[in-house]
T-cell receptor, first 113, second 116 residues
Framework: KNQVEQSPQSLIILEGKNCTLQ??????????LRWYKQDTGRGPVSLTI?????NTKSNGRYTATLDADTKQSSLHITASQLSDSASYIC????????????FGKGTRLHILP | NAGVTQTPKFQVLKTGQSMTLQCAQD?????MSWYRQDPGMGLRLIHY???????DQGEVPNGYNVSRSTTEDFPLRLLSAAPSQTSVYFC???????????????FGEGSWLTVV
């Protein structure tokens, strides 16, 4: 079954600390993997997009990694800020299939001052 | 540049009523789509369109209709609302491509729908 699993479900860290969020997928054939940030009550906003040939992509303090062999991705947040409090969603697309795009349930990140 | 605009933001419907969620984008994107987001679940694709005049079903299309008469607009219609359609709905668009491409998918701010 094609799935996208994210862990942890929720995470609480202190402002200024680093954290890493995980995404495992079983999608095949794989096209690309995206990370989105969703603030409460808002729409998701794109952070990174990686194809199977890319193994790292950065966007400011956000760095995503991809291991297409083990079907794992991570999102590392450096020097967290209060504004990083949000849900982070991993999204995986199938090769050549526009009706097949699977969203993970997200990791809810809380940054404490 | 407004991006992806959805209306209404909030709506309460009675079971059996019909309504249309409006979606417009001003980025000249070919690919547009509708998702629903329910508690404890990931976003799920309802319908999508790869260009004007072309629409297709996603994962959860039942109870919803769409049309794409122009590049800019992609309305989602609920013909006979049911409590199971209570959800948050997101419209999204992407440049010249598809979900399988590497293009960024831009989301609207969401429409909160309650069916009583």
């Amino acid at each position: 079954k094609n799935q996208v699993e994210q862990s942890p479900q929720s995470l609480i860290i202190l402002e200024g600390k680093n954290c890493t969020l995980q995404c495992n997928y079983t999608v095949s054939p794989f096209s690309n993997l995206r990370w989105y940030k969703q603030d409460t009550g808002r729409g998701p906003v794109s952070l990174t997009i990686m194809t199977f040939s890319e193994n790292t992509k950065s966007n400011g303090r956000y760095t995503a990694t991809l291991d297409a062999d083990t079907k794992q991705s991570s999102l590392h947040i450096t020097a967290s800020q209060l504004s990083d409090s949000a849900s982070y969603i991993c999204v995986v697309s199938f090769m050549n299939r526009d009706d097949k795009i699977i969203f993970g349930k997200g990791t809810r990140l809380h940054i404490l001052p | 540049n407004a991006g992806v605009t959805q209306t209404p933001k909030f709506q309460v419907l009675k079971t059996g009523q019909s309504m249309t969620l409006q979606c417009a984008q001003d980025m000249n994107h070919e690919y547009m789509s509708w998702y629903r987001q329910d508690p404890g679940m990931g976003l799920r694709l309802i319908h999508y369109s790869v260009g004007a005049g072309i629409t297709d079903q996603g994962e959860v299309p039942n109870g919803y209709n769409v049309s794409r008469s122009t590049t800019e607009d992609f309305p989602l219609r609920l013909l006979s609302a049911a409590p199971s359609q209570t959800s948050v709905y997101f419209c999204a668009s992407s440049y010249d491509g598809t979900a399988a491409s590497g293009n960024t998918i831009y989301f609207g701010e969401g429409s909160w729908l309650t069916v009583v």
